[in-house]
């Protein structure tokens, strides 16, 4: 068994401990948020932070894992108030989604231990890779999220999680809630 810490919580793994970290969270603790994207460590979705700092779980086996402290997209925050998901929602730095964890991982360990980063300190600490091009809207959010972090700035963004349907739709007009009278 492989003993460490995920999201606060002890977590023990009966699997292989050459198992890549990524599949244990995947697999074993359910943890999906931290995406599978090349295996090779090159693209860093599957960045998750230990003890601090971001790495990529494809390359770090539970062996390596053991007795450490990992967070993963699911655990930076449940209401996903955390400086760095709402500054990448306020500048739309986020299109298709699946290389968003790994980005938000990297930029949560960068403004912990750097809340006023520059362009190419953010640029070194977020080597991840987007298919989608939103490096630009991304070093904005960045900077952003460490102004909120400094507490320079606020951030009014997306309704939180649970919100009801028409609450939602009331808070984004762009999105309508269900006909309860059509079934859905």
């Given at each position: 068994?492989t003993?460490?810490?995920v999201n ?9 401990p ?7 969270l ?6 999906t948020?931290?995406k599978y ?7 860093g979705?599957?960045?998750?932070i ?5 790495l ?5 086996t539970?062996?390596e ?10 655990g ?11 500054a990448?929602?306020?500048e739309?730095?986020?299109q298709?989604?699946?290389?968003t ?6 930029a949560?360990?960068l ?10 300190e ?5 080597p991840?890779?987007c298919r989608c091009g939103v ?8 900077q952003?999220?460490?102004r ?7 951030i009014?963004?997306?309704?939180a999680?649970g919100?009801?349907a028409?609450?939602a739709?009331?808070?984004v007009?762009?999105m ?9």
């Amino acid at each position: 068994m492989t003993a460490l810490t995920v999201n606060d919580r002890p977590v023990e793994f009966a699997m292989d401990p050459e198992t890549p970290l990524l599949w244990a969270l995947r697999d074993a603790a359910n943890l999906t948020g931290t995406k599978y994207g090349c295996g090779v460590g090159d693209c860093g979705a599957c960045m998750v932070i230990v003890d601090g700092e971001a790495l990529r779980s494809c390359l770090i086996t539970l062996a390596e894992a053991e007795g450490r402290f990992v967070t993963t997209i699911e655990g930076l925050s449940r209401d996903r108030s955390h400086p760095v998901q709402q500054a990448l929602v306020a500048e739309q730095a986020i299109q298709c989604g699946f290389c968003t964890p790994g980005i938000a991982m990297a930029a949560a360990a960068l403004i912990a231990r750097n809340p006023d980063p520059s362009d190419s300190e953010i640029k070194a600490a977020i080597p991840n890779l987007c298919r989608c091009g939103v490096y630009p809207r991304l070093v904005r959010a960045v900077q952003r999220a460490g102004r909120v972090a400094r507490r320079l700035e606020r951030i009014s963004a997306a309704p939180a999680p649970g919100i009801s349907a028409e609450d939602a739709a009331r808070e984004v007009p762009a999105m309508a809630a269900p006909d309860p009278a059509e079934g859905d």
